[in-house]
């Protein structure tokens, strides 16, 4: 796939407009705005919850303890971060890494997630944990219902729709460090291959 060169170009704007946001209060508590990581090319997004005190540090997501198991998930199926796209519902990192409340979620995905996916058009979406799956998805329904089966995501205003997989947040695997089979760690392993296999 190539992304049209205009696409990059607004892909580059919007990220830029993204940094200097102060939309809501997080920014206020926060070092600075994380956008993304990865191809910005790739048939893959995978989307958090909001960065942690690594990534708020670094101005990557995903580059904490969490982010060093996704990668290790995405390489059990040959998948490396250069051939996904990595972001999250929030780009600012939440006070003492709490949730994010539902106006700050709502704000910033309008503002920067929304157009974000509309200029990107990934088949697949990963959602990992309750809170992008529940505000993608626009459901109360907690991730172990939800985790392990496709789902529709489509955008409010734009013409896009993607596959999306719902998937454990990794931070919960290794809360949760167990490799009993049906235990999160062994549900995770059969949802990435799924994912992998839409992929091919
Ligand atoms: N957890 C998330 O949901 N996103 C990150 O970027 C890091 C940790």
Avoid at 7 to 24: G, M, P, R, V
Avoid at 35 to 47: Q, R, Y
Avoid at 97 to 123: D, I, Y
Avoid at 155 to 169: D, W
């Amino acid at each position: 796939m190539n992304l049209p060169s205009a696409d990059f170009a607004q892909l580059a704007a919007l990220a830029e407009q993204n940094k200097s946001c102060q939309a809501c209060e997080l920014r206020l508590g926060c070092t600075q705005v994380v956008v993304s990581d990865g191809n910005p090319e790739a048939h893959l997004v995978i989307i958090g919850e909001g960065p942690g005190g690594d990534e708020d540090r670094i101005g990557r997501p995903f580059v904490g303890r969490g982010g060093q198991l996704l990668d290790k998930i995405l390489s059990a199926v040959q998948l490396s971060r250069d051939e996904v796209y990595v972001t999250n519902i929030v780009k600012c990192r939440p006070p003492s890494n709490r949730t994010p409340l539902p106006l700050e979620s709502e704000t910033c995905t309008s503002l920067w997630l929304e157009p974000q996916l509309a200029l990107l058009r990934p088949r697949v979406i990963v959602s990992l944990g309750n809170t992008p799956t529940q505000y993608l998805l626009q459901t109360r329904q907690g991730i172990t219902k939800l985790r392990g089966v496709w789902h529709d995501y489509r955008q409010r205003e734009a013409l896009y729709s993607a596959y999306l997989m719902p998937m454990f947040h990794p931070a919960y695997l290794l809360r949760n460090d167990t490799r009993a089979v049906g235990g999160p760690k062994s549900l995770t392993w059969q949802d990435i291959k799924e994912v992998r296999s839409v992929l091919d």
